[in-house]
């Protein structure tokens, strides 16, 4: 595979984006409403589910000009851009979806605790996979945080979700809490959530 570069999210990128997320997390999405993947990102570009904007933390890992993963940072006093639900569209795909898409708005705290890096979205196409590129992105997210002055980097990940694990495992996270949610498992699926944290900087 050609070099692979990190850099920060620019609005062309918006669909290449859109189309990662739709595949990457196609059964999540898919309980919301049911599309092929080029409709899935549609959807998710029309009703807000995916930041349009760049802000600092929005970075793109490319190989070639083609997007092969996404990794979205949370930290605290970010200039960041929120994806608002656009209520109306949504509704086109009817109340059901529309209902999903709010309570989804629930599921995570918008806002990381003190001096924390938060990974929020982490995703690499299925093509690209197994090749290194998540592990560069966490590192450089990791780096990222302590230019910072940041002192934890974290993140949730669904339990049963074993690439996942293993990344954040081997990247040096480690299991803090584990966490039920009704909203979780009625939205995802998902019976057990991680929240895992490392200690980074001096
Ligand atoms: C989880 C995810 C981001 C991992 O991305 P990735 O780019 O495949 O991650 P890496 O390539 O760095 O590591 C994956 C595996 O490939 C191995 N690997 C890395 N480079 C390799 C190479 N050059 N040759 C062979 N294997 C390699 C790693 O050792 C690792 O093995 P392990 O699973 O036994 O630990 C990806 O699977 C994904 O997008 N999943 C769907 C979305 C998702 O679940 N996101 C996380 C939400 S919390």
Known sequence: MAKINIRDFNNDDLYQVASLFASSFREDFNRIVKLPDNKMAEFIIEVGEVIPFP??????????????????????????????????????????????????????????????????????????RKKGIGTALLEYGKMVAIEKGLKKY???VDAENGPALRLYQRTGFELIKKRKSVLARWLLGVKVWYFMSQDIGA
């Open 154 to 156: 974290t993140l949730h």
């Open 55 to 128: 802000f600092p933390g929005y970075v793109i890992a490319e190989s070639d000009s083609e997007i092969m993963g996404v990794m979205i940072l949370r930290w605290p006093k970010q200039e960041v851009h929120k994806n608002k639900l656009r209520l109306s569209k949504a509704l086109q795909y009817g109340l059901p979806a529309t209902i999903k898409l709010i309570a989804m708005r629930y599921l995570f705290p918008e806002r990381p605790g003190r001096e924390t890096c938060h990974v929020a979205e982490l995703a690499v196409k299925e093509n690209a």
